[in-house]
């Protein structure tokens, strides 16, 4: 059982940055793909963004391209976000998830995904 744990949320104004980082626990994490998923209040979660377990394959959702990057350091276990031009609208509470093993297509459903971090909020303010 992989444990992933989220920090460096915060409060930042529109239009500045900030970077999350997911520190994994646990040998499938090189080989798996991970993302990042987001959920604001009274709203269903939203796929943010994917890589692949290589990390040459990345996948964004429609509302961050653009803004945010993701990547990963297996050597690490970790693996990032890192959000830029942030909007009130990216407020919420931004999940690290770990998903299939050895292979890449669309994975953007959460469903796909079988271990999840606690959370961190981030709080943009306008």
């Known amino acids: 059982q992989v444990q992933l744990v989220e920090s460096g949320g915060g409060l930042v104004q529109a239009g500045g940055s900030l970077r999350l980082s997911c520190a994994a626990s646990?040998?499938?994490?090189?080989?798996?793909?991970m993302a990042w998923f987001r959920q604001a209040p009274g709203k269903e979660r939203e796929f943010v963004a994917a890589?692949?377990?290589?990390?040459?394959?990345?996948m964004y959702g429609e509302s961050v391209k653009g803004r945010f990057t993701i990547s990963r350091d297996n050597a690490k276990n970790m693996v990032y976000l890192q959000m830029n031009s942030l909007k009130p609208e990216d407020t919420a509470v931004y999940y690290c998830?770990?998903?299939?093993?050895?292979?890449?297509?669309?994975?953007?459903?959460?469903?796909?995904?079988?271990?999840w971090g606690q959370g961190t909020q981030v709080t943009v303010s306008s």
């Open positions: 646990g040998r499938t994490f090189s080989s798996a793909t």
């Open positions: 998830a770990l998903g299939p093993l050895f292979t890449w297509r669309n994975w953007s459903n959460s469903r796909d995904y079988y271990n």
């Open positions: 890589i692949s377990w290589t990390g040459v394959y990345t």
